[in-house]
C-alpha cells in the first residue's frame, strides 16, 4: 500500500514529514521523491540493519535517528510536522533471518528484539516470566484460546531444559495445541511475543498520543497496522468526545467540544498489490487528519 500511503500523507510538497519506522526505507524513498528542495523527513528505526540502509540516502533534508518512535516528542515540537507515518508491521529481513528468531518456519535462537537496545529478549521471557503472565500475553496480544494449556507447556517443558530456539518454541506449541486451524500453530503465540518483548503497544500508544500535539492543522497521520490490537488502539486514541456529566449540563451551542480529528475507514491492499508482497494481506490503513 505505498502509493495509497504516499498519496493520502503528503499534502504539502515543502512541509516536514516523519516515518517514524525506517524499515528497508520505502516509504521514506518515496516520501523524499514528492517533497520539494524545502521540504525535510526525519525517519526513526532501532534496527541496526536500518541504520545501514539510511546512510545510502544522500538527501541533505533527510535525518534518521537510530532511536524508538516513542520519542518522537523529544525531537519536534508542538505543530511543528505536515505528516507522521507508522507502519507497525515487521520488516522482510527481519523476517527472513533466522537469528533474528522472529520466524517459526526457520530454526533460530529466541530473540525477536528490534534492536539491541530491547534489553530482554524472547528467550528471557520465555524461560523468565511466570506461567501466568506467559498466559496472559498469550491471551491479550495473540488472542490465543488456547493460551493457558500452551503456558503451562512451556513451563513444564523449561523445566526440563531452557528454550533457546525458534524451533523448539514452536515444536511445543504444536504438540499441545489441540485446536487446528489453516495457520500455523505457533502464529499467535509467537505475535504475542514479539509484542512483548518490544513493547509494540505500549510504544504505539505514547507515539500517537505525542502525534496529536506534533502535528499541525490539517496534518496528516498515516498507520498501517496488521493485527486488530492496533487498529484498535487507533481508533480509540482519536476519540475526542469526553464524558459528559450532570454538573455539565445543559450545554449551549458555543460549549460543545468540537472534533479535533477525523479518522478514515479502513483501506487495505488491492488485488495487484498483494500479487506483489502477499505478507500485506493483513495490512489495514488508516488515515488521521487534525482538524
Request: net charge negative; proline share 3%; glycine share 4%.
Given at each position: 500500500m505505498l502509493q495509497k500511503a504516499l498519496d493520502s500523507l503528503v499534502n504539502n510538497v515543502n512541509g516536514k514529514y516523519v516515518d517514524c519506522t525506517f524499515g528497508q526505507g520505502g516509504h521514506s524513498r518515496g516520501i523524499l521523491s514528492l517533497l520539494s528542495a524545502k521540504g525535510a523527513l526525519a525517519s526513526f528505526d532501532l534496527d541496526e540493519l536500518a541504520e545501514i540502509e539510511a546512510k545510502k540516502i544522500k538527501n541533505p533534508n533527510f535525518i534518521f535517528y537510530k532511536t524508538n518512535f516513542n520519542n518522537i516528542a523529544d525531537y519536534f515540537s508542538d505543530n511543528e510536522l505536515d505528516g507522521?507515518?507508522?507502519?507497525?508491521?515487521?520488516?522482510?529481513?527481519?523476517?527472513?533471518?533466522?537469528?533474528?528468531?522472529?520466524?517459526?518456519?526457520?530454526?533460530?535462537?529466541?530473540?525477536?528484539?528490534?534492536?539491541?537496545?530491547?534489553?530482554?529478549?524472547?528467550?528471557?521471557?520465555?524461560?523468565?516470566?511466570?506461567?501466568?503472565?506467559?498466559?496472559?500475553?498469550?491471551?491479550?496480544?495473540?488472542?490465543?484460546?488456547?493460551?493457558?494449556?500452551?503456558?503451562?507447556?512451556?513451563?513444564?517443558?523449561?523445566?526440563?531444559d531452557r528454550i533457546v530456539s525458534t524451533k523448539q518454541l514452536s515444536s511445543?506449541?504444536?504438540?499441545?495445541?489441540?485446536?487446528?486451524?489453516?495457520?500455523?500453530?505457533?502464529?499467535?503465540?509467537?505475535?504475542?511475543?514479539?509484542?512483548?518483548?518490544?513493547?509494540?503497544?505500549?510504544?504505539l500508544k505514547i507515539c500517537l498520543n505525542s502525534a496529536k500535539k506534533l502535528l499541525k492543522k490539517n496534518g496528516k497521520l498515516v498507520v498501517i497496522s496488521f493485527h486488530s490490537l492496533e487498529d484498535r488502539i487507533v481508533k480509540n486514541?482519536?476519540?475526542?468526545?469526553?464524558?459528559?456529566h450532570e454538573k455539565d449540563l445543559p450545554l449551549f451551542s458555543e460549549q460543545v467540544q468540537k472534533k479535533k480529528f477525523s479518522v478514515s475507514s479502513v483501506i487495505t491492499p488491492e488485488k495487484h498489490e498483494l500479487a506483489i508482497n502477499i505478507r500485506a494481506r493483513s495490512a489495514k490503513m488508516r488515515v488521521v487528519t487534525k482538524l
Open positions: 507522521i507515518l507508522i507502519d507497525c508491521g515487521v520488516s522482510s529481513p527481519q523476517i527472513d533471518e533466522p537469528s533474528r528468531g522472529f520466524s517459526f518456519m526457520k530454526d533460530g535462537l529466541l530473540d525477536m528484539r528490534f534492536g539491541k537496545q530491547v534489553e530482554a529478549s524472547c528467550e528471557n521471557i520465555v524461560n523468565d516470566y511466570s506461567c501466568e503472565d506467559l498466559e496472559r500475553i498469550f491471551k491479550e496480544y495473540g488472542e490465543e484460546i488456547e493460551s493457558k494449556r500452551i503456558a503451562k507447556e512451556i513451563v513444564t517443558k523449561r523445566e526440563q511445543i506449541i504444536e504438540n499441545i495445541k489441540k485446536i487446528k486451524t489453516k495457520k500455523n500453530p505457533a502464529t499467535k503465540v509467537f505475535q504475542a511475543l514479539r509484542i512483548e518483548v518490544n513493547k509494540e503497544l505500549d510504544n486514541c482519536f476519540k475526542t468526545e469526553e464524558p459528559l
